[in-house]
């Protein structure tokens, strides 16, 4: 068992904060309580950033108490999400030899696999599966007890999701503090996201915090098979290719692109790019969903014009990032940056300039942000703003958590980076003399 605190202050905190922690799986269980879920979740918070600060908790309570909230989350059903059904519909799909980039839910194609929950709980049924065939491989153990009931395959999804994820946490363990282990390992918006309700998001932490210890390591084709299966989870993390082409040459390209065919290949048809691609084009041009920048830019259009530029605004977000991406590169090489900051830089950069950022998509990069000594306080505090953005369901307030979260980001980015501000104010000031 983990050994508790000396201390008889820090063993009260720590019975506390993982009280706390232990009520969420049931104020996330009724939407009613969603409101007070967010208190308790920034308390919990405020409890492990305590502990943290005094450093109460060894490496071994921080693992046995991670595993232990985990398994106390895995009986939550999908209250905060409805992508879960989207899984085991993909799941099912396959399983029948349908492959899921065909059709979308709702084709005429699909008409005997539309009577079930898993239709009728789905979101974007007129949308094709954005899912890379990493993830859809997982789908297929989901899909495999969703032909008993639709709660196996949903449990033995995440219980999946989960040990893979944990394989992160221990893997964190070996390249950080405990300290800092906890903030990730503790933290509720993982423990919600993740053991809670599911989401792929899960199956990132392993993949790109070992990317960060491969390079570490000097072992490039490990490497370069993790970034390219981070992207067959989420595409995002193939932009971190380059990086590794700088680190290693072309050892950090032929092992990830034979591991890309061979993930590839099972899906392979002429219309799964097209298809994938109409999807991500509708999602950039009609979702959105806690996007801070991108609703300030919206609405200073809207001042300006009158109209509602989101059409446009998104796709160019899009391009926003992707013009940044030859200039990210070249800053790694003139700064010779550790691949955990260009990492860091990229995909929040990425988050920044997407029109939904869902708190679970904060996952991967919460995960990332403690293997500095000093964690990137900038991201935990969105994340856990971002749990307040679920009262937009139940009807409660929605803009101040998008108000505070981002806002409250910048100005703990700007803290952390104010070496870097001043010296570009003092370069622009010499301009202009």
Same mark, same amino acid.
């Given at each position: 068992?983990?050994?508790?605190?000396?201390?008889?202050?820090? =063993?009260?905190?720590? *019975?506390?904060?993982?009280?706390?922690?232990?009520?969420?799986?049931?104020?996330?269980?009724?939407?009613?309580?969603?409101?007070?879920?967010? $208190?308790?979740?920034?308390?919990?918070? !405020?409890?492990?950033?305590?502990?943290?600060?005094?450093?109460?908790?060894?490496?071994?309570?921080?693992?046995?108490?991670? /595993?232990?909230?985990?398994?106390?989350?895995?009986?939550?059903?999908?209250?905060?999400?409805?992508?879960?059904?989207?899984?085991?519909?993909?799941?099912?799909?396959?399983?029948?030899?349908?492959?899921?980039?065909?059709?979308?839910?709702? *084709?005429?194609?699909?008409?005997?696999?539309?009577?079930?929950?898993?239709?009728?709980?789905?979101?974007?049924? +007129?949308?094709?599966?954005?899912?890379?065939? #990493?993830?859809?491989?997982?789908?297929?153990? !989901?899909?495999?007890?969703?032909?008993?009931?639709?709660?196996?395959?949903?449990?033995?999804?995440? $219980?999946?999701?989960? *040990? &893979?994820?944990?394989?992160?946490? &221990?893997?964190?363990?070996?390249?950080?503090?405990?300290?800092?282990?906890?903030?990730?390992?503790?933290?509720?918006?993982?423990?919600?996201?993740?053991?809670?309700? !599911?989401?792929?998001?899960?199956?990132?932490?392993?993949?790109? /915090?070992?990317?960060?210890?491969?390079? %570490? %390591?000097?072992?490039?084709?490990?490497?370069?098979?993790?970034? =390219?299966?981070?992207?067959?989870?989420?595409?995002?993390?193939?932009?971190?290719?380059?990086?590794? #082409?700088?680190? @290693?040459?072309?050892?950090?390209?032929?092992?990830?692109?034979?591991?890309?065919?061979? #993930?590839?290949?099972?899906?392979?048809?002429?219309?799964?790019?097209?298809?994938?691609?109409?999807?991500?084009?509708?999602?950039?041009?009609?979702?959105?969903?806690?996007?801070? +920048?991108?609703?300030?830019?919206?609405?200073?259009?809207? #001042?300006?014009?009158?109209?509602?530029?989101?059409?446009?605004?998104?796709?160019?977000?899009?391009? &926003?990032?992707?013009?940044?991406?030859?200039?990210?590169?070249?800053?790694? $090489?003139?700064?010779?940056?550790?691949?955990?900051?260009?990492?860091?830089?990229?995909?929040?950069? @990425?988050? /920044?300039?997407?029109?939904?950022?869902?708190?679970?998509?904060?996952?991967?990069?919460?995960?990332?942000?403690?293997?500095?000594?000093?964690?990137?306080?900038?991201?935990?505090?969105?994340?856990?703003?971002?749990?307040?953005?679920?009262?937009?369901?139940?009807?409660?307030?929605?803009?101040?958590?998008?108000? $505070? !979260?981002?806002?409250?980001?910048?100005?703990?980015?700007?803290?952390?980076?104010?070496?870097? /501000?001043?010296?570009?104010? %003092?370069?622009?000031?010499?301009?202009?003399?």
């Amino acid at each position: 068992m983990p050994a508790l605190p000396s201390s008889r202050p820090d =063993t009260l905190l720590l *019975a506390i904060t993982v009280g706390a922690l232990a009520c969420l799986p049931v104020l996330a269980s009724f939407p009613t309580l969603w409101p007070p879920l967010v $208190g308790v979740v920034f308390f919990a918070m !405020g409890g492990l950033i305590t502990l943290r600060h005094r450093e109460a908790l060894s490496m071994r309570t921080v693992l046995w108490g991670g /595993v232990l909230l985990r398994v106390l989350f895995l009986p939550l059903l999908p209250e905060l999400t409805d992508d879960p059904f989207r899984y085991l519909w993909d799941g099912r799909l396959q399983l029948a030899g349908i492959n899921p980039y065909h059709y979308v839910p709702e *084709a005429d194609a699909l008409s005997s696999f539309q009577e079930g929950v898993l239709f009728r709980e789905m979101n974007s049924q +007129p949308y094709y599966s954005i899912y890379p065939p #990493l993830t859809q491989l997982t789908f297929v153990v !989901g899909g495999l007890g969703s032909l008993l009931d639709w709660h196996l395959g949903y449990y033995l999804l995440k $219980g999946l999701y989960t *040990a &893979v994820e944990f394989g992160g946490v &221990v893997l964190l363990s070996r390249m950080t503090t405990a300290r800092n282990v906890v903030l990730y390992a503790w933290n509720p918006v993982v423990l919600l996201e993740v053991a809670g309700q !599911g989401h792929t998001e899960a199956l990132m932490v392993p993949l790109l /915090v070992g990317v960060i210890w491969s390079v %570490q %390591q000097g072992w490039a084709a490990t490497a370069s098979m993790l970034v =390219t299966a981070a992207g067959m989870v989420k595409l995002y993390p193939f932009v971190l290719g380059p990086f590794l #082409l700088r680190r @290693f040459g072309v050892r950090a390209v032929w092992p990830g692109a034979l591991l890309g065919v061979a #993930l590839s290949l099972p899906y392979a048809a002429p219309y799964v790019l097209p298809h994938m691609k109409a999807s991500v084009d509708l999602f950039s041009e009609l979702f959105e969903f806690n996007a801070g +920048p991108y609703y300030l830019v919206k609405y200073g259009f809207w #001042l300006g014009t009158g109209a509602d530029w989101s059409k446009v605004i998104g796709p160019a977000f899009r391009g &926003v990032f992707v013009a940044s991406l030859p200039g990210l590169y070249v800053l790694d $090489g003139w700064y010779n940056w550790s691949m955990r900051r260009a990492a860091l830089w990229t995909i929040g950069l @990425f988050l /920044v300039l997407s029109t939904t950022v869902h708190p679970w998509y904060l996952v991967p990069v919460l995960a990332l942000s403690v293997l500095d000594e000093t964690p990137s306080w900038h991201w935990v505090w969105l994340a856990t703003a971002s749990v307040g953005t679920y009262l937009f369901y139940v009807g409660g307030t929605y803009w101040i958590w998008i108000i $505070g !979260g981002w806002g409250g980001a910048g100005v703990l980015a700007l803290y952390r980076h104010r070496s870097a /501000v001043r010296a570009l104010v %003092q370069a622009g000031r010499k301009r202009a003399s």
